[in-house]
């Protein structure tokens, strides 16, 4: 039988290799402009070239306005964001009131598989900063071919959906319920690390 040999012996000896956390020392290039989600993410904000899914509740709890941050950021760098089947046309003056430079949103008027055709070949092309859409019965085909755009054109993509499809697996890197009375956030997941444990509260 070996020796017995105490562990802190070992350690001090360098002969055991300890595994460190991975460091992101300047921390996410997408911070969310939310401290606290920011907090949460394991990168410490969007994370880059991949689909992120906003589910909510129901339309108007604030999903737009939590990207509004980042996309004043990317349109005031001269960023292109384009809008892909939104439910609705955007409120141009609550855009402007939010810093985001509409003269770099552009919005596609698409349906079907003409809307997730249309955002993988936005995010393909590495021309936008962000490629937001509302895909209708995506499957999780749908969602991989946009994931694998968003990586391919470095691009970062977010897909609305409603919070019911949080019951399905989903390739997105993360996944982000938006829920009212109150408003607040829940992680669904996160890619690197596990989502927080407690809501986070949105602030409008």
Sequence with gaps: ??????????LNERRVWKGQPV??????????????????????????????EILAAAVGL????????????LTG????VV???PPHIPYPQAWQAAGVDLRA?????ASGRDALWTAE?????GSCGAVLCWPQQADDRALRRLQVAAETGQTLAFAFRPLEASLNPSPAALRIAVEGAPAR???LKCRGGLPPARPIALTR
């Design 77 to 80: 760098s001269g960023e292109r």
């Design 83 to 85: 809008l892909v089947a």
């Design 121 to 125: 070949q936005c995010l393909r092309s």
């Design 23 to 52: 460091s992101q020392p300047g921390g996410s290039d997408q911070p969310t402009g939310l401290a606290e989600l920011d907090r949460a993410l394991p990168g410490g904000g969007w994370p880059e070239a991949a689909l992120s």
């Design 185 to 187: 956030l829940r992680v």
């Design 105 to 109: 949103l552009a919005l596609v008027q």
């Design 62 to 73: 604030g999903e737009l306005s939590l990207l509004w941050p980042t996309l004043a950021r």
């Design 1 to 10: 039988m070996g020796a017995v040999v105490a562990l802190d012996a070992l």
